[in-house]
T-cell receptor
Framework: AQSVTQPDIHITVSEGASLELRCNYSYGATPYLFWYVQSPGQGLQLLLKYFSGDTLVQGIKGFEAEFKRSQSSFNLRKPSVHWSDAAEYFCVYSNSNSGYALNFGKGTSLLVTP | GAVVSQHPSRVICKSGTSVKIECRSLDFQATTMFWYRQFPKQSLMLMATSNEGSKATYEQGVEKDKFLINHASLTLSTLTVTSAHPEDSSFYIC?????????????FGSGTRLTVV
């Protein structure tokens, strides 16, 4: 069955430092991949998505992700983290088998220290 | 942009009663709606997918007689938790999609915090 794995449950970075959140997918064909962020009181927000084409995807708030087929990865990156980036981040996939429903990874909780 | 209104945002009910949660797409027609539940400090778990005018498709392990989903119009889907028990206490989130393919955007409601006492 297709799934996404987020190996890191928690990550702590200093404000201004770079960030990389890992996501690995398992599927025979290329799935549709997304990164969502969930902040307390602000609901779910789409950061970026990948369907096909250019493997480096730019998103909102300075985030980007790179689809690497050889590594089955879709890691999220940001060059300089701001305190307001502290939140829960979900790697998400969808495919035709599930009616294109979004299926969420377990999430990575990001803590930003001063 | 697309907006999905979910109501109520919080509800407390007594054990054994039923609770209805509404999910409305305000400025687009939602061909498909999805319902999720999220326990504290956990991820979103897909409960069911509903297409307008059709019966909902439930994920494995989700009791369809307990979680009744209705998607009678292109702008409204409801989730009714029947005979609620404390273990049903959770955060329920709906999502709406305009088309049936994967390329369409997904819009999430702001969620409903259900507490069963």
């Amino acid at each position: 069955a297709q799934s996404v794995t987020q190996p890191d449950i928690h990550i702590t970075v200093s404000e201004g430092a770079s960030l990389e959140l890992r996501c690995n997918y398992s599927y025979g064909a290329t799935p549709y991949l997304f990164w969502y962020v969930q902040s307390p009181g602000q609901g779910l927000q789409l950061l970026l998505k990948y369907f096909s084409g250019d493997t480096l995807v730019q998103g909102i708030k300075g985030f980007e992700a790179e689809f690497k087929r050889s590594q089955s990865s879709f890691n999220l990156r940001k060059p300089s983290v701001h305190w307001s980036d502290a939140a829960e981040y979900f790697c998400v996939y969808s495919n035709s088998n599930s009616g294109y429903a979004l299926n969420f990874g377990k999430g990575t909780s990001l803590l930003v220290t001063p | 942009g697309a907006v999905v209104s979910q109501h109520p945002s919080r509800v407390i009910c007594k054990s054994g009663t039923s609770v209805k949660i509404e999910c409305r797409s305000l400025d687009f027609q939602a061909t498909t709606m999805f319902w999720y539940r999220q326990f504290p400090k956990q991820s979103l778990m897909l409960m069911a997918t509903s297409n307008e005018g059709s019966k909902a498709t439930y994920e494995q392990g989700v009791e369809k007689d307990k979680f009744l989903i209705n998607h009678a119009s292109l702008t409204l889907s409801t989730l009714t938790v029947t005979s609620a028990h404390p273990e049903d206490s959770s955060f329920y989130i709906c999502s709406a999609r305009e088309g049936t393919g994967g390329i369409y955007g997904y819009t999430f409601g702001s969620g409903t915090r259900l507490t069963v006492v």
